[in-house]
């Protein structure tokens, strides 16, 4: 049973009203790219009958919900018309520790779970490589963690949500409940309604360390070579590429695979307190850095950097510290500069990895496009979500500077490689994908539309990414 958040009533839907939009504060937002940044209408709702209240009467034709804007392009903005943040949904409202069940509201970030549930012998239990993301984004991506291959999305875990749907009824949905509505949200982009809040199962955990084994790997062959052999054997498995690596040394990757440690395995100095959280002191990137900080030159020292302190080694470490690398610092997207960043993430199937990734890295190095952070994954099954991203094989994300138009012809062209291939593009990194290559790498685009036409016919939620993508209509 979901517990109800009001008693109050749903409104029935009524004209959109212009005084209405004086609630709103028009600003310029952006993703965590900085790319676009759009000005758009944007709302902060209280409580559910007030949300409920913005989707009836906000005059603007479309509105997206939006948490923590972690993802990278225009998934969470909608150009010229309304956002509605969720971040007033923040509370925890029960948790089971028989079943490991937290039932919280969609704004609630990974890191107050973390935070919370650590000590108490719980993980989430699919982290992508930032903690700073809300329940509702979530949900809304079907986000996917290192261990994919092993425990599946984000859907795996949840057991049920509420969604405010465009009618501004509530409705809830489950694999039992309204099994549709409940497939085409998770991964749909938040363009089924708005995600109040969720039930999902936590994963019991004996510590809050992580058993970690880094070990090099010469080049795209070995690193591939290792996902191969160790499926299975670790929960958790990624690979950091230079991406400027040229020749022989293409591909050149630190795997980093880990286990949760188990108490018999923490130093003794840690077994007292195992399921400590900690968190290390985190710097900031003061400002928006220039443009010309960030060149091929100071990528390559970078990655030769950072392959050097990644010698072959197994150690215990705080799961923070294994998860996320890129939280230690706050802001790092500033280093990208005004111009900001576009992450570009694809899946390949297993059988045409290879050859797809060898021209994609190829490609990248010879025209000098290299990428801070070049991250390899593996994924297992697809999820059912209809617009969920991952698939079988193996996952490459990239952050490349933006330099402007001939970044996203290129990006457009290695579209072309990984549609050969049979892979996709991951809707919340993407900002420069063309309608007509989305629809191809997704199948089940008509179905999700199907699903979305019964709920919401007048197409009321809507994003700049969905009206570019063709996902509704671009009027
Ligand atoms: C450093 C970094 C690393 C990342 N690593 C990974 C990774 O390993 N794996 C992975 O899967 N993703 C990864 N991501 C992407 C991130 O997990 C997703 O973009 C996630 O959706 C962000 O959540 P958010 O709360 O910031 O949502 P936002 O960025 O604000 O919104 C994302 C989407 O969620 C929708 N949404 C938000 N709230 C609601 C709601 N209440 N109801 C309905 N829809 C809603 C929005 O409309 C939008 O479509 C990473 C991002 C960063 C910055």
Redesign the pocket.
């Known amino acids: 049973m979901v517990e109800t958040l009001s008693q109050k009533p749903a409104p029935t839907l009524v004209e959109p009203d212009d005084r209405f939009a004086q609630r709103a504060s028009r600003q310029p937002i952006a993703?965590?790219g900085n790319f676009p940044v759009e000005q758009c209408e944007v709302y902060r709702p209280e409580a559910l009958a007030d949300l409920q209240e913005v989707v009836a009467r906000a005059p603007e034709r479309d509105l997206?919900?939006?948490?923590?804007?972690?993802?990278?392009g225009d998934?969470?903005l909608n150009r010229d018309r309304g956002v509605i943040l969720?971040h007033r949904?923040d509370r925890m409202l029960g948790f089971d520790a028989e079943s490991g069940v937290l039932h919280c509201e969609?704004?609630v970030?990974l890191a107050e779970i973390i935070e919370h549930f650590v000590p108490r012998g719980f993980f989430f239990p699919v982290?992508?490589?930032?903690k700073?993301?809300?329940?509702?984004?979530?949900?809304?991506?079907?986000?996917?963690?290192?261990n994919h291959h092993t425990n599946g999305?984000?859907g795996e875990f949840v057991v049920d949500f509420r969604?405010l749907t465009a009618s501004g009824e509530v409705v809830s949905c489950s694999r039992e409940e309204n099994s549709d509505l409940f497939w085409a949200?998770l991964g749909?982009?938040?363009?089924?309604?708005?995600?109040?809040d969720a039930r999902i199962r936590l994963l019991p955990i004996e510590t809050g360390y992580m058993s970690v084994q880094n070990q090099r790997a010469a080049n795209l062959d070995a690193i591939l070579e290792m996902f191969f052999e160790s499926d299975g054997q670790f929960a958790y498995e990624v690979a950091w590429i230079d991406c400027l690596s040229r020749g022989p040394s293409l591909g050149r990757s630190v795997m980093m695979r880990a286990n949760h440690a188990t108490l018999a395995e923490l130093p003794a100095k840690w077994r007292s307190e195992p399921n400590v959280f900690k968190e290390g002191i985190k710097p900031t990137v003061p400002f928006t850095f220039p443009g010309f900080a960030l060149n091929a030159w100071s990528m390559k020292a970078f990655n030769s950097f950072f392959n050097a302190i990644h010698p072959n080694a197994s150690k215990v470490v705080p799961c923070d510290r294994y998860f996320y690398v890129?939280?230690q610092i706050h802001h790092w997207?500033r280093i990208y500069g005004k111009r900001g960043v576009v992450?570009y993430q694809i899946v390949l199937p297993t059988q045409t990895s290879r050859e797809a990734l060898v021209e994609i890295l190829e490609r990248l190095s010879s025209a000098n496009r290299g990428s801070f952070l070049a991250?390899l994954?593996s994924l297992g099954p697809s999820s059912q979500g209809l617009l969920s991203?991952p698939t079988q094989g193996y996952t490459l994300?990239l952050d490349l500077p933006h330099t402007g138009r001939d970044l996203i012809d290129e990006l457009q062209q290695i579209d072309q490689i990984v549609l050969r291939a049979g892979g996709r593009v991951?809707?919340?990194?993407d900002a420069c994908m063309r309608s007509e290559d989305f629809v191809e790498m997704y199948p089940d685009l008509d179905r999700f539309k199907a699903v979305k036409a019964q709920v919401d016919p007048e197409q009321r939620f809507s994003?700049s990414?969905a009206r570019r993508l063709g996902i509704v209509d671009a009027t």
Do not use: C, E
């Not at 982290?127 to 930032?130: A, M, N, Q, R, Y």
């Not at 700073?132 to 290192?146: E, L, N, P, W």
């Not at 991951?426 to 990194?429: E, F, G, H, Q």
């Open positions: 993703g965590w997206i919900p939006r948490g923590l804007g972690r993802s990278y998934a969470a969720n949904f969609a704004a970030s982290t992508p490589g930032t700073f993301i809300s329940i509702g984004g979530a949900i809304a991506a079907d986000v996917h963690g290192k999305s984000m969604l949200t749909g982009m938040g363009l089924t309604g708005f995600v109040i890129l939280d997207n992450q991250v994954k991203f994300a991951y809707l919340a990194k994003s990414q």
